[in-house]
């Protein structure tokens, strides 16, 4: 069985720190992650907000960035899912899609997946128009007009990527104002390109084999609209991942693992960092901070123990 002495789980911005301080302080660590370095964060077009970069830097160039540095301290990567995981007398058991790791201390750095908005037709054509992620999925609607739904930072910064490859995006935002930052909607308001559906709902995603547009409530006037875009990008909210972990630790109500100001878990060994966390800032910055105190406080558990 792989062994280790800390494990971080997820290696986005949060968990590329914590097995970077993990391993620079002289532990064997592993980043355990499902699918690529980055997160949310390699995801993202562009980021301005990350200290250190006076001119904004590629989410996807972070990402590799923050993986090189932390495998030169000697962290491993191990491109598995964890699936479950239990306590044993040396600390934990992981399962994993690779086989089970053995380990003393947990960082559980997961993150969130994007929530769904609920309306009818959504699933069936996810994939098929309607998508999550701009970056990976922009580029399949140049010239065409696509919809983005959504209110804050991460709705609005990424109708602006879309900006620049479709020929206009719809915003539709329930209420009739946005919870974004006032600079983002400074510069959406300069596009010419980009058109606003304010206390707007989505009622359905309409289409057979692929989305062919939405039908769109005005809730001031109570009337509904056909709304023709060839793809819908949903930025209405995230679910924590801790399908795996949450039959050990304490979540509160919207399933964000609680922890406490050293960013221990209920259980002695395991701490959390990042988005999957009760946070009140979902963002890289926050995640690098977290993800540093987490590790180090994961040493001193480990130093404790000695
Ligand atoms: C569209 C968009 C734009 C954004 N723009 C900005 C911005 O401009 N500035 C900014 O600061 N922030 C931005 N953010 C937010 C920022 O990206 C996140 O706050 C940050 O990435 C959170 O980092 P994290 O490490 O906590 O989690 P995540 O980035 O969510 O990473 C979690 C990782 O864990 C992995 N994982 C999940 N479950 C498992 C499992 N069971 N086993 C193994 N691996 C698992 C995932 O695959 C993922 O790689 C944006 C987010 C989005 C979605």
């Known amino acids: ?15 590329l720190t914590a097995g970077m301080y993990a391993a620079r302080s002289g532990h064997k660590a592993i980043i355990l992650e499902k699918s690529f370095a980055g997160g949310q964060m390699a995801l993202t077009s562009e980021v301005e907000n990350y200290p250190g970069f006076s001119e904004p830097v590629g989410g996807m160039l972070l990402a590799q960035t923050m993986e090189q540095q932390a495998t030169r301290f000697g962290c491993e990567m191990l491109n598995a899912e964890a699936t479950g995981i239990a306590t044993t007398a040396a600390g934990f058991e992981v399962a994993t899609t690779a086989g089970p790791v053995s380990t003393a201390a947990v960082v559980v750095c997961s993150g969130v997946k994007p929530k769904e908005l609920g309306a009818p037709g959504e699933t069936e054509l996810t994939g098929r128009g309607v998508s999550y992620c701009a970056v990976c999925d922009g580029p399949l609607f ?11 930072d991460s709705a609005l910064d990424e109708a602006l990527y879309l900006s620049n490859i479709v020929a206009r995006v719809h915003v539709i935002h329930r209420r009739d104002e946005f919870r974004a930052c006032k600079f983002a909607q400074q510069r959406l308001r300069e596009r010419s390109n980009i058109d606003y559906h304010l206390s707007c709902l989505v009622q359905s995603f309409d289409g057979t084999q692929r989305l062919a547009g939405l039908t769109v409530k005005n809730l001031k006037d109570g009337s509904n609209y056909s709304l023709p875009v060839a793809g819908a990008f949903v930025y209405v909210g995230w679910l924590p991942n801790t399908g795996w972990c949450s039959n050990l630790l304490e979540l509160d109500d919207s399933g964000n693992i609680k922890t406490d100001d050293r960013l221990r878990t209920n259980v002695p060994g395991i701490f959390a960092a990042g988005d999957v966390r009760n946070t009140h800032l979902r963002q890289v910055a926050t995640a690098v ?11 001193d558990f480990l130093i404790g123990k000695r």
Do not use: F, N, R
Request: aromatic content about 0%; hydrophobic content about 45%.
């Open 1 to 15: 069985m792989k062994q280790t002495e800390i494990l971080a789980v997820g290696a986005g911005p949060a968990g």
């Open 142 to 152: 140049k010239g065409k007009e696509v919809a983005v739904i959504g209110g804050g």
């Open 289 to 299: 901070g977290d993800g540093a105190l987490a590790a180090m406080s994961a040493h």
